[in-house]
T-cell receptor, first 112, second 114 residues
Framework: GNSVTQMEGPVTLSEEAFLTINCTYT??????LFWYVQYPGEGLQLLLK?????DKGSNKGFEATYRKETTSFHLEKGSVQVSDSAVYFC???????????FGGGTRLMVKP | DADVTQTPRNRITKTGKRIMLECSQT?????MYWYRQDPGLGLQLIYY???????NKGEISDGYSVSRQAQAKFSLSLESAIPNQTALYFC?????????????FGPGTRLTVL
């Protein structure tokens, strides 16, 4: 079956630090990959996506590259801000079933 | 106005009570979903519906039921609530034909069962 594994949090960084949140997956076929973000008190929002191998998704300074050889989709940002404090979820859609499978989420806390 | 709304936003109830959580959307999407979020477990799919009168079980449907009264409304019921159903519940929608099934989430309902 499909599964997504994320690094456990919380991840605590100072403002302007470099961020990496690791995500690896197991899936049949050729899934699409996503990062969703959940700000405090809100629902999840799509942050970025990649639909095929070697695609790079990017948004709001965040990037993630679909690495089929390592089955990974790590989230990166060069300089985090306090406003980036949130929970980040990696997810996949195996396209055949059209369902999303989520990782456990990683809480990011950015201190001024 | 929010595209996906959930009511109530918070609810405290007692073991054995029947509870209904409501979800409404103005996005015109045909697909709707109910998820449960527990700390460290991500989101788990409870039920989903691809159209009115279409109901499908997700990963963790035991103890829950749903009703798709109209394209815009999808309700989740706990017939007899138990403490381990204490969680954050999210409704989501997506459009048929979306190439990667982007889902749009409501703000969530925090349910506590005492």
């Amino acid at each position: 079956g499909n599964s997504v594994t994320q690094m456990e949090g919380p991840v605590t960084l100072s403002e302007e630090a470099f961020l990496t949140i690791n995500c690896t997956y197991t899936a049949t076929g050729y899934p699409s990959l996503f990062w969703y973000v959940q700000y405090p008190g809100e629902g999840l929002q799509l942050l970025l996506k990649a639909t095929k191998a070697d695609d790079k998704g990017s948004n709001k300074g965040f990037e993630a590259t679909y690495r089929k050889e390592t089955t990974s989709f790590h989230l990166e940002k060069g300089s985090v801000q306090v406003s980036d404090s949130a929970v980040y979820f990696c997810a996949l859609n195996n396209n055949a079933g059209n369902m999303l499978t989520f990782g456990g989420g990683t809480r990011l806390m950015v201190k001024p | 106005d929010a595209d996906v709304t959930q009511t109530p936003r918070n609810r405290i109830t007692k073991t054995g009570k029947r509870i209904m959580l409501e979800c409404s959307q103005t996005k015109g999407h045909d697909r709707m979903y109910w998820y449960r979020q527990d700390p460290g477990l991500g989101l788990q799919l409870i039920y989903y519906s691809f159209d009115v009168k279409d109901i499908n079980k997700g990963e963790i449907s035991d103890g829950y039921s749903v009703s798709r009264q109209a394209q815009a409304k999808f309700s989740l019921s706990l017939e007899s609530a138990i403490p381990n159903q204490t969680a954050l519940y999210f409704c989501a929608t997506s459009a048929h034909g979306s190439s990667y099934n982007e889902q749009f989430f409501g703000p969530g309902t925090r349910l506590t069962v005492l």
